[in-house]
């Protein structure tokens, strides 16, 4: 699940552990008369923002630095009234459940070492990264909990469909070859002669009857393709730079271009096949639709959730500066 606008979750390597009641440190802002301290606070601030590239140099006051600083907070107090409220609704996360993600997690690391440097890195500790762990599966948990799969009804999967076709159409595809004679950009005006004067002797075998695999095999210049006889594979003309696909979409199948150049060299096409445009059936894409509207019924549900948890809850910041700092609208939805 993409974890809601929490900056504590989108960026799990700069996340912090809860709050220590009693710690005596100073709070910048509290949640039911549960404190986040600012100590806590400015560490995930420097480190989401050290992370951030919009605001990674931002001056200090600045105000797209302030607002960032708002948005930092304000995700941890979200995160501290849905921790309040999962412990009120018994949901619980077991250490083994921690220590399986972070291990998943340290598997994406060639060694111990180089995870470490990662931490370092993004300025945090081992046991703020399993805070961190620990609050995304909670959201996890009651997002599971509060926000339960919806029966989705024949009727509505077609309704869907009829309403929004055009994501459902395929476009048209080509299947090309081509051999490129390439023309680097520091050619000289020699140069680019003598690619040109290659490319039309390459294009008059083609004209004269030549095996356009082989000649691909024996001139063309890229690497993707000569191999293979200078096939490109099916796809959408869209793929292709503007002179390129200019010049395929004027081709019929079995149709051969003439040389058409672009920032590459020159190229000689062949369209080898086409296939036209076509409308998926509604019975193909069933399953796609109802996972679709599942899923925006499940985020509908939990955002509720969420806004009627912060309506409830008492929050108080005490921090001046952030507090006249307008929040700034963010999704709070999705997986």
């Known amino acids: 699940m993409k974890k809601m606008t929490r900056i504590v979750a989108a960026l799990m390597a700069v996340a912090l552990i809860a709050s220590l009641a009693g710690c005596g440190s100073k709070n ?80 994406g690391f060639s060694d111990d070492a180089t995870f470490n ?60 070859s081509h051999i490129l004679i390439s023309v680097p950009t520091t050619a000289t005006a020699d140069e680019k002669a003598a690619a040109k004067a290659t490319a039309e002797k390459v294009l008059k075998e083609l004209q004269g009857g030549a095996d356009f695999a082989a000649l691909a095999k024996k001139y063309s210049e890229d690497p993707g393709s000569k191999d293979s006889g200078g096939d490109l594979g099916w796809s959408s003309t869209d793929s292709y730079v503007a002179e390129f696909k200019a010049a395929a979409d004027k081709l019929k199948k079995g149709e051969l271009s003439g040389l058409v150049e672009t920032d590459y060299g ?47 809850a008492d929050i108080k910041i005490l921090d001046k500066e952030l507090a006249a700092v307008t929040p700034t609208a963010t999704d709070t939805t999705g997986q």
């Open 266 to 312: 020159y190229h000689i096409i062949l369209k080898v096949d086409e296939k036209a445009a076509a409308q998926q059936a509604l019975a193909d894409v069933t399953e796609t639709i109802k996972a679709n509207l599942v899923q925006e019924a499940r985020n509908k549900t939990f955002t509720e959730y969420l806004d009627k948890l912060k309506a409830a």
């Open 28 to 107: 910048v802002a509290t949640v039911n008369g549960v404190g986040i301290t600012t100590e806590d606070f400015e560490a995930l601030a420097a480190a989401a923002q050290k992370q951030d590239s919009t605001v990674a140099s931002a001056t200090a006051g600045s105000p797209e630095l302030l607002a960032f600083r708002r948005q930092v907070l304000d995700s941890m107090i979200e995160t501290e009234f849905v921790r309040q409220d999962a412990k009120k609704q018994g949901v619980e996360v077991k250490d083994a459940d921690v220590e399986a993600q972070l291990t998943q997690i340290k598997s």
């Open 117 to 176: 440097e990662a931490l370092a890195s993004a300025g945090m500790t081992l046991e703020q990264l399993q805070g961190s762990i620990r609050d995304q599966l909670t959201y996890q948990a009651l997002y599971d909990k509060v926000a339960p799969a919806p029966e989705i009804s024949d009727a509505e999967i077609k309704a869907y469909y009829d309403a929004n076709k055009a994501q459902f159409q395929t476009a048209a595809q080509s299947q090309l």
